[in-house]
Protein backbone atom coordinates (compact mmCIF):
# COMPACT_ATOMS: atom_id res chain seq x y z
CA UNK A 1 0.00 0.00 0.00
CA UNK A 2 2.70 2.57 1.07
CA UNK A 3 4.70 1.54 -2.85
CA UNK A 4 1.27 2.40 -3.98
CA UNK A 5 0.90 6.12 -2.43
CA UNK A 6 4.44 6.55 -3.39
CA UNK A 7 4.42 5.81 -6.79
CA UNK A 8 1.22 8.05 -6.66
CA UNK A 9 3.10 10.96 -5.52
CA UNK A 10 5.85 10.34 -8.10
CA UNK A 11 3.61 10.11 -10.73
CA UNK A 12 1.84 13.45 -9.76
CA UNK A 13 4.77 15.56 -9.53
CA UNK A 14 6.08 14.48 -12.86
CA UNK A 15 2.93 15.38 -14.59
CA UNK A 16 2.99 18.91 -12.63
CA UNK A 17 6.85 19.44 -13.69
CA UNK A 18 5.59 18.08 -17.35
CA UNK A 19 2.70 20.62 -17.36
CA UNK A 20 5.17 23.47 -16.21
CA UNK A 21 8.10 22.38 -19.03
CA UNK A 22 4.80 22.55 -21.46
CA UNK A 23 3.69 26.33 -20.36
CA UNK A 24 7.67 26.98 -20.04
CA UNK A 25 8.31 26.03 -23.81
CA UNK A 26 6.81 28.84 -25.83
CA UNK A 27 7.77 31.73 -24.00
CA UNK A 28 11.29 30.56 -24.63
CA UNK A 29 11.03 29.80 -28.06
CA UNK A 30 9.90 33.52 -28.20
CA UNK A 31 13.08 34.68 -26.24
CA UNK A 32 16.41 35.27 -28.57
CA UNK A 33 17.36 36.97 -31.77
CA UNK A 34 14.98 37.80 -34.40
CA UNK A 35 16.74 36.91 -38.19
CA UNK A 36 16.28 40.16 -40.14
CA UNK A 37 15.62 39.90 -43.49
CA UNK A 38 17.63 41.90 -46.53
CA UNK A 39 14.97 43.79 -48.35
CA UNK A 40 12.42 46.58 -47.18
CA UNK A 41 9.66 46.34 -43.96
CA UNK A 42 6.76 48.54 -45.84
CA UNK A 43 3.92 50.24 -43.57
CA UNK A 44 1.23 50.21 -46.91
CA UNK A 45 -0.43 53.69 -47.54
CA UNK A 46 -3.96 53.67 -46.06
CA UNK A 47 -5.78 56.55 -47.68
CA UNK A 48 -4.37 60.19 -46.86
CA UNK A 49 -2.40 58.50 -43.85
CA UNK A 50 0.98 58.68 -43.30
CA UNK A 51 2.95 55.30 -44.02
CA UNK A 52 6.54 54.67 -44.72
CA UNK A 53 9.50 51.72 -44.68
CA UNK A 54 12.55 51.09 -43.95
CA UNK A 55 15.60 49.21 -45.33
CA UNK A 56 18.04 46.28 -44.02
CA UNK A 57 20.80 44.67 -45.36
CA UNK A 58 21.93 41.62 -42.98
CA UNK A 59 20.98 42.37 -39.92
CA UNK A 60 21.61 45.99 -39.95
CA UNK A 61 19.01 48.99 -40.89
CA UNK A 62 20.23 51.17 -43.36
CA UNK A 63 17.36 54.27 -44.07
CA UNK A 64 13.90 54.53 -43.82
CA UNK A 65 11.66 56.78 -46.13
CA UNK A 66 8.93 58.45 -44.48
CA UNK A 67 5.34 60.01 -46.14
CA UNK A 68 3.89 63.05 -43.71
CA UNK A 69 2.30 65.91 -43.43
CA UNK A 70 4.42 68.55 -41.68
CA UNK A 71 3.71 71.59 -39.10
CA UNK A 72 5.06 74.36 -38.06
CA UNK A 73 4.82 76.21 -34.85
CA UNK A 74 1.53 77.99 -35.53
CA UNK A 75 0.59 74.40 -36.47
CA UNK A 76 -0.23 75.23 -40.22
CA UNK A 77 0.69 73.10 -42.99
CA UNK A 78 3.92 73.67 -44.08
CA UNK A 79 6.52 72.17 -47.25
CA UNK A 80 10.01 72.96 -46.74
CA UNK A 81 12.46 74.15 -49.36
CA UNK A 82 13.04 71.54 -51.83
CA UNK A 83 10.43 69.33 -51.24
CA UNK A 84 7.33 68.76 -52.52
CA UNK A 85 3.51 67.40 -50.87
CA UNK A 86 1.67 64.79 -53.07
CA UNK A 87 -2.10 65.33 -53.50
CA UNK A 88 -3.08 64.04 -50.64
CA UNK A 89 -0.56 66.48 -48.54
CA UNK A 90 2.21 64.07 -47.83
CA UNK A 91 5.64 64.89 -47.92
CA UNK A 92 8.70 62.13 -49.24
CA UNK A 93 11.48 62.49 -46.92
CA UNK A 94 14.41 59.65 -46.97
CA UNK A 95 17.04 59.38 -44.27
CA UNK A 96 19.82 57.27 -43.25
CA UNK A 97 21.36 56.88 -39.69
CA UNK A 98 24.14 59.22 -38.79
CA UNK A 99 27.29 57.23 -38.98
CA UNK A 100 26.53 54.37 -40.81
CA UNK A 101 23.96 51.26 -40.90
CA UNK A 102 22.15 50.90 -37.79
CA UNK A 103 22.78 47.30 -36.11
CA UNK A 104 19.48 45.27 -34.69
CA UNK A 105 20.15 44.15 -31.22
CA UNK A 106 19.56 40.81 -29.74
CA UNK A 107 16.28 41.28 -28.56
CA UNK A 108 15.45 42.80 -32.10
CA UNK A 109 15.02 46.79 -31.83
CA UNK A 110 17.04 49.58 -33.28
CA UNK A 111 17.45 53.25 -33.13
CA UNK A 112 19.17 55.65 -35.04
CA UNK A 113 19.88 58.95 -34.96
CA UNK A 114 18.61 60.30 -38.81
CA UNK A 115 20.36 63.15 -41.34
CA UNK A 116 18.75 63.90 -44.65
CA UNK A 117 19.54 62.08 -48.14
CA UNK A 118 19.88 64.96 -49.94
CA UNK A 119 18.04 66.98 -47.26
CA UNK A 120 19.96 70.35 -44.98
CA UNK A 121 18.94 70.81 -41.77
CA UNK A 122 16.96 67.63 -40.95
CA UNK A 123 16.70 65.60 -37.40
CA UNK A 124 14.92 62.93 -37.09
CA UNK A 125 14.78 59.85 -34.95
CA UNK A 126 13.93 56.17 -36.13
CA UNK A 127 13.44 53.64 -33.65
CA UNK A 128 11.62 50.15 -33.66
CA UNK A 129 11.26 46.28 -32.84
CA UNK A 130 10.76 43.37 -35.42
CA UNK A 131 8.31 41.10 -34.13
CA UNK A 132 9.57 38.42 -36.15
CA UNK A 133 11.47 38.00 -39.77
CA UNK A 134 8.29 39.05 -41.33
CA UNK A 135 6.48 42.00 -39.30
CA UNK A 136 8.32 44.85 -37.34
CA UNK A 137 6.52 48.10 -36.04
CA UNK A 138 8.89 51.55 -36.09
CA UNK A 139 8.17 55.38 -34.76
CA UNK A 140 9.92 58.09 -36.33
CA UNK A 141 9.61 61.80 -36.38
CA UNK A 142 11.17 64.34 -39.17
CA UNK A 143 11.79 68.12 -37.94
CA UNK A 144 13.37 69.96 -41.52
CA UNK A 145 14.35 73.49 -40.44
CA UNK A 146 11.46 74.44 -38.27
CA UNK A 147 8.84 72.19 -40.50
CA UNK A 148 8.11 68.70 -37.74
CA UNK A 149 5.48 66.19 -38.70
CA UNK A 150 3.74 64.44 -35.45
CA UNK A 151 5.46 61.37 -33.89
CA UNK A 152 4.94 58.62 -36.70
CA UNK A 153 3.83 55.23 -35.75
CA UNK A 154 3.80 52.65 -37.38
CA UNK A 155 2.69 48.98 -36.26
CA UNK A 156 2.11 46.96 -39.46
CA UNK A 157 4.94 46.87 -41.46
CA UNK A 158 5.48 43.59 -43.24
CA UNK A 159 8.37 42.49 -45.32
CA UNK A 160 7.59 42.76 -48.91
CA UNK A 161 11.14 43.09 -51.06
CA UNK A 162 14.47 40.98 -51.28
CA UNK A 163 17.97 42.70 -52.14
Same mark, same amino acid.
Given at each position: ???????????????V??? %????A $??????I? *????????????? *?????WG???? @??S?????? $???R??D?????C??????A???G $??????????????V???? @? %?S????G??I?? $? @????S???????K?????S?????? @????????????????
Amino acid at each position: MRKMRKFRRARISVLVLVG %FAACA $LPATAAIG *SVKVKTGAYVQAP *SGKKPWGYFYT @KGSKVTGAT $LYARMTDKTKKTCVPAGLYADTSG $LISVSVKPKGGAAKVKSNG @K %FSFAAKGVGISG $L @KGNVSGKFKSSNKATFKASINIRGC @KSPRLNFKKAIYTAGG
